[in-house]
């Protein structure tokens, strides 16, 4: 079992940024690979990021390509979400996951342990 809490949400304004973290409880945590998702109100929950272990390899949803960045830090047991540029639209609830199944990345299928979330209001 794994426990995941993020923080680091809040309400900002426009072209603002925000750097969400997401702690595990876990120490196999170099193991896995971690993702973030989001889900806005009225819609489905959706692949923002991920990053693998070994190799360090990332991977972006198309959306917020060269606008968000993902990293780890494994002895804090911590990953992060840098968001820069924020635009209404990025107005969600931020979920950190861990992946323990084979399948795609992008995939809310491919997880298993999720946090609570921490919500991000971008106002215009």
């Known amino acids: 079992q794994v426990q995941l809490v993020e923080s680091g949400g809040g309400l900002v304004q426009a072209g603002g940024s925000l750097r969400l973290s997401c702690v595990a409880s876990?120490?196999?945590?170099?193991?896995?690979?971690m993702g973030w998702f989001r889900q806005a109100p009225g819609k489905e929950r959706e692949f923002v990021a991920a990053?693998?272990?070994?190799?360090?390899?990332?991977y972006y949803a198309d959306s917020v390509k060269g606008q968000f960045t993902i990293s780890r830090d494994d002895a804090k047991n911590t990953v992060y979400l840098q968001m820069n540029s924020l635009k209404p639209e990025d107005t969600a609830i931020y979920y950190c996951?861990?992946?323990?199944?084979?399948?795609?990345?992008?995939?809310?299928?491919?997880?298993?342990?999720w946090g609570q979330g921490t919500q991000v209001t971008v106002a215009s």
């Open positions: 990053m693998a272990w070994a190799g360090r390899s990332t």
């Open positions: 996951a861990v992946k323990t199944k084979s399948g795609s990345y992008s995939s809310l299928a491919s997880y298993d342990y």
């Open positions: 876990t120490r196999t945590f170099s193991r896995y690979i």
